[in-house]
Nanobody
Framework: QVQLVESGGGLVQAGGSLKLSCVAP????????VGWFHQAPGKTRAGVSF????????VYATAVKGRFTISRDHAKTTEYLEMNNLQPEDTGVYYC??????????????????WGQGTQVTVSS
């Protein structure tokens, strides 16, 4: 059973930064598409950002473009979400996701094979 484990969440003031990490102990993420979802309080999960394993191309939701950066380490064992200029609306649980293959058109859907348990991000105004 593949587990995705997120870390790096916390409490930050508006305008601050956090960097989330996601690892899959015992599992090689190399070759997988990976990404992040955000669930704000009282709302459904929404896709935030994704990175392709094939060419490293990235996709961002409009709300986070220019503020968030998704990346993966050279060994492709860890993925990151660097979040800058955080705003109160960024508050919520952030989930790491991964799957072997997925067309970019499906990134914002729920058809991901693996989901992490989530890490809480709270942005105070």
């Amino acid at each position: 059973q593949v587990q995705l484990v997120e870390s790096g969440g916390g409490l930050v003031q508006a305008g601050g930064s956090l960097k989330l990490s996601c690892v899959a102990p015992g599992f090689d993420l190399d070759g997988n598409v990976v990404g992040w979802f955000h669930q704000a309080p009282g709302k459904t999960r929404a896709g935030v950002s994704f990175i392709s394993s094939a060419d490293g191309s990235t996709v961002y939701a409009t709300a986070v473009k220019g503020r968030f950066t998704i990346s993966r380490d050279h060994a492709k064992t860890t993925e990151y979400l660097e979040m800058n200029n955080l705003q109160p609306e960024d508050t919520g649980v952030y989930y790491c996701v991964s799957t072997l293959e997925m067309h970019e058109d499906s990134y914002y859907g729920e058809a991901w094979t693996y989901w992490g348990q989530g890490t809480q991000v709270t942005v105070s105004s």
